[in-house]
């Protein structure tokens, strides 16, 4: 009797769904934790302007059209047992596919969504769904209108895996990692000893500017790096400030035009 194999195909369609809805119940279980909070419980109740029933539902339709694309490509791609014979492991070739595949990322989503910005048919109709969430919060990362998603998250996520050359099976790690930093990216928690503060100047403090209304014309780049906003200008500089009743606040610092 054969034992019953799951194939990496499906694991690299399925298993960041999963990581997604585990990373961001781990944020729930925490509870509010207010004294970390980059803004308060009220302040989420309140400002945002649409319902956590919503979001769950555009969240789901958003997995559910990216694992149809994902098995797709895929299949398209070759499959998973063609890869494990031409690609032997090698932790330079992990480290390089995962750099070129963040790199892709980055790039792509950059601009996308800078343009989802500056055009104001596409921001009214399209973008603004995702700032809807002022506050952001853990399972809220990926709320999108469905076009919005396919165009920055499915199509970046599908170039990074041609771009990269990674096989089914590393793409389970990676989009695995890129989730993960993803949903970190928008807890709404300045959190002690998180290693994505650590590492990365793309953070959740970031993110929460390019939220703010006067930041939404900075801090475009997501989800690793700053490096795009840097070079053309879109990076805002920030200080974390603690709030009198508990938490943090970002507040944006003015460079003068000499600096």
Known sequence: MMGFVISDDFLGTFVPILVYWVYSGMYICLGSMER??????VDEDEKNLVTKSAVVKGVLLQQTLQAIISIILFKLTGSDA?????QQF???LLARQFIIG??????WQYFIHRYMHLNKFLYKHIHSQHHRLIVPYAYGALYNHPLEGLLLDTIGGALSFLFSGMSPRTAIFFFSFA???TVDDHCGLWLPGNPFHIFFSNNSAYHDVHHQLYGTKYNFSQPFFVLWDRILGTYMPYSLEKRANGGFETRPIKVSKDE
């Open 36 to 41: 970390y909070r980059l803004h308060s419980k």
């Open 82 to 86: 063609d890869a494990a014979t031409t």
């Open 90 to 92: 090698s932790l330079l």
């Open 102 to 107: 963040m790199l892709v990322i980055d790039t």
């Open 179 to 181: 989730t993960i930093k």
